[in-house]
């Protein structure tokens, strides 16, 4: 199909992808009076989002304020600036702190969408100045999915690593409830699990529960208040291409139904379809080395990097492609993609080591700095960082949840599935009988361990100083002392699990300015284009401010893509 065939449908705005920042796009568009279409490659809607935590990490916000505040926009640039190392520029920046407050506080006034403030979620680099030790991630309230009605059944599914026991919806202050073992923990799992189980009615038809939470909570109030608003979502509908007419972006390709169509946008693009981390060619083409799609914590044959191609193909810059929203993954038998490990590294009594046997980080650190940790003693360590290895003992494995491991008490040994046996976990009566059986040095594995039981008698790292900071005792164990984060391995048998240099999304894409427009090699915009969440490149630039450093500007910058395309229509109908 040319780009001069005549369009079968004509919108004002084309949302592309189905994430929180897509339809937070599109929800903003539609309110200020603009005929939105949003089109989604999958059979489901919510993309990532539907798989994420759904925090969003906002300075300023009105939910701390209304706590009597104890943030300021100059306090969060000091962070932001500090955290991105110089590398953003100021105006982006600015516009975050600026737009993030006001789009939570229309988005919750406007919709659907309810979030509660995560009060004791720290910022992840609390040694930087600007920092706060809470206050600034807010965190989605559960959400009934009946109100989506036939809408219920094409929702991304959570991961199972994200429910309570593999299938019920809680929320992320929750999680940090039950993981630190703070008052009143067990009480409110009990609520949790008789809700679940009492709802009869749901119960004789799925184990799908009722609620959602987390990503899912997000996704499906977002959709909920876009149906309120009759905005059409079309599922399996591939963008092909932007069509670009008299130097403007004005419609987009799309695969629908076995045949290509012209759709027509008069006023604008928004391209938030996700990255490019399931290509394995633009892995190996931008990624550092070892790559590979399977690695990944998003879903396999979605996020393929069209947004990237597309945008290139009508002349965007581009920033960033090397970079990733890092995280470390286990891969599971049987699933289709792997899952993140990301709280679990700090409860006390686990090590991570190389093929060497040797910690190389504080297995507390952020994610994404984990995984450039292993990337980094990989080069060092010429290929034996990859994979690293988790390594724990009985009393942890009885206690502490590890990936798809439930903790023991609650998931023995027994009632794990069989192929999980050297594939997930490896098992072993002793270090030395354990190293063997991964393939890591025997003799350093068993000086680590005991290095790290020293260290867990005095309460303090030498090593990496694991524990030593707010962010790393967020899901630690408040009841291990003297270190909550540090315990010893003491007793048989000891267990391995090995950990993947994966990541939740690639962190480049198209270059993009304060209003969200795409920018091309001239550092013009390119008029009728924008780009929001993975498809373009991060306002955070190296560094991941705090949980919700994703989604956080993905919403903030698909309400200023809305807000521009509206204030532009206005402006012509005036």
């Known amino acids: 199909m040319t780009s001069h065939a005549q369009p079968v449908d004509t919108f004002d705005v084309i949302v592309v992808g189905s994430g929180a920042g897509a339809m937070t796009a599109a929800l903003f568009a539609a309110e200020g009076g603009l005929k939105t279409l949003v089109v989604?490659?999958?059979?489901?809607?919510?993309?990532?989002?539907?798989?994420?935590?759904?925090?969003?990490?906002?300075?300023?916000?009105?939910?701390?304020?209304?706590?009597?505040?104890?943030?300021?926009?100059?306090?969060?640039?000091?962070?932001?600036?500090?955290?991105?190392?110089?590398?953003?520029?100021?105006?982006?920046?600015?516009?975050?702190?600026?737009?993030?407050?006001?789009?939570?506080?229309?988005?919750?006034?406007?919709?659907?969408?309810r979030y509660a403030l995560a009060e004791k979620y720290p910022d992840y680099y609390p040694e930087l100045p600007g920092a706060m030790a809470g206050g600034r991630s807010l965190d989605p309230e559960l959400f009934d999915t009946s109100l989506l009605g036939d809408e219920q059944a094409v929702l991304r599914e959570p991961s199972p690593a994200t429910l309570l026991l593999g299938r019920i919806a809680w929320t992320a202050r929750d999680a940090h409830q039950a993981m630190q073992r703070g008052r009143g923990w067990w009480?409110?799992?009990?609520?949790?699990?008789?809700?679940?189980?009492?709802?009869?009615?749901?119960?004789?038809?799925?184990?799908?529960?009722?609620?959602?939470?987390?990503?899912?909570?997000?996704?499906?109030?977002?959709?909920?208040?876009?149906?309120?608003?009759?905005?059409?979502?079309?599922?399996?509908?591939?963008?092909?291409?932007?069509?670009?007419?008299?130097?403007?972006?004005?419609?987009?390709?799309?695969?629908?139904?076995?045949?290509?169509?012209?759709?027509?946008?008069?006023?604008?693009?928004?391209?938030?379809?996700?990255?490019?981390?399931?290509?394995?060619?633009?892995?190996?083409?931008?990624?550092?080395a070892p790559t590979r799609c399977s690695w990944s914590a998003t879903p396999p044959g979605n996020n393929t990097g069209a947004a990237l191609l597309a945008g290139q193909a009508v002349g965007a810059a581009t920033e960033r492609l090397d970079q990733a929203w890092w995280a470390p993954t286990i891969s599971v038998v049987g699933e289709e993609k792997a899952r993140g490990i990301f709280a679990e590294r700090s409860s006390p009594g686990a090590i991570v080591v190389n093929g060497e046997g040797r910690r190389f980080v504080n297995e507390s650190e952020p994610y994404p700095e984990f995984v450039e940790a292993m990337y980094a003693?990989?080069?060092?360590?010429?290929?034996?960082s990859i994979p690293a290895w988790v390594i724990f003992?009985?009393?942890?494995?009885?206690?502490?949840?590890?990936?798809?491991?439930?903790?023991?008490?609650?998931?023995?040994?027994?009632?794990?599935?069989?192929?999980?046996?050297?594939?997930?976990?490896?098992?072993?009566?002793?270090?030395?009988?354990?190293?063997?059986?991964?393939?890591?040095?025997?003799?350093?594995?068993q000086e680590s361990v005991a290095r790290l039981n020293r260290?867990?008698?005095?309460?303090?790292?030498?090593?990496?100083?694991?524990?030593?900071?707010?962010?790393?005792?967020?899901?630690?164990?408040?009841?291990?002392?003297?270190?909550?984060?540090?315990?010893?391995?003491v007793k048989p048998p000891f267990y391995a699990m090995r950990l993947d240099p994966g990541d939740t999304g690639t962190k480049g894409g198209l270059r993009t300015n304060a209003r969200a427009q795409v920018l091309d090699e001239g550092g013009a915009a390119i008029p009728g284009?924008?780009?929001?969440?993975?498809?373009?490149?991060?306002?955070?630039?190296?560094?991941?401010?705090?949980?919700?450093?994703t989604l956080g500007p993905a919403m903030t910058f698909g309400y200023a893509a809305a807000r521009d395309l509206v204030r532009q229509q206005q402006e012509v109908n005036s």
């Open 529 to 549: 284009l924008y780009a929001v969440g993975n498809c373009s490149a991060a306002v955070m630039g190296p560094c991941y401010p705090g949980a919700g450093g």
């Open 40 to 113: 989604e490659k999958s059979d489901r809607y919510g993309g990532t989002s539907a798989l994420s935590g759904g925090g969003i990490w906002i300075p300023c916000n009105p939910h701390l304020e209304r706590r009597g505040g104890g943030d300021s926009r100059d306090q969060a640039l000091t962070y932001l600036r500090a955290a991105t190392r110089g590398e953003v520029e100021d105006e982006r920046l600015e516009a975050y702190v600026d737009l993030a407050p006001r789009m939570i506080e229309e988005l919750e006034r406007i919709s659907r969408v």
């Open 377 to 384: 003693d990989n080069a060092r360590t010429q290929g034996r």
């Open 187 to 288: 009480l409110m799992v009990l609520r949790r699990m008789l809700r679940y189980q009492l709802d009869l009615g749901r119960r004789l038809k799925t184990r799908r529960d009722r609620r959602a939470g987390l990503g899912g909570a997000l996704v499906a109030s977002l959709r909920r208040s876009l149906m309120d608003r009759e905005v059409p979502l079309w599922l399996n509908t591939e963008m092909r291409e932007l069509v670009r007419r008299d130097g403007r972006v004005s419609g987009v390709v799309v695969a629908r139904a076995g045949r290509e169509t012209l759709l027509e946008a008069r006023c604008g693009v928004i391209l938030a379809s996700g990255g490019f981390e399931q290509s394995p060619e633009l892995r190996e083409k931008y990624l550092p």
């Open 455 to 489: 260290f867990a008698e005095t309460g303090r790292d030498e090593e990496f100083g694991r524990g030593g900071n707010v962010f790393d005792r967020y899901y630690s164990d408040s009841t291990v002392g003297p270190n909550p984060c540090l315990a010893p391995l």
């Open 393 to 445: 003992d009985a009393h942890f494995r009885h206690r502490y949840a590890m990936g798809p491991l439930m903790p023991g008490q609650v998931a023995p040994d027994h009632r794990l599935p069989e192929a999980w046996r050297d594939s997930v976990y490896w098992k072993a009566d002793s270090l030395a009988a354990l190293a063997q059986r991964i393939g890591v040095d025997p003799q350093g594995l």
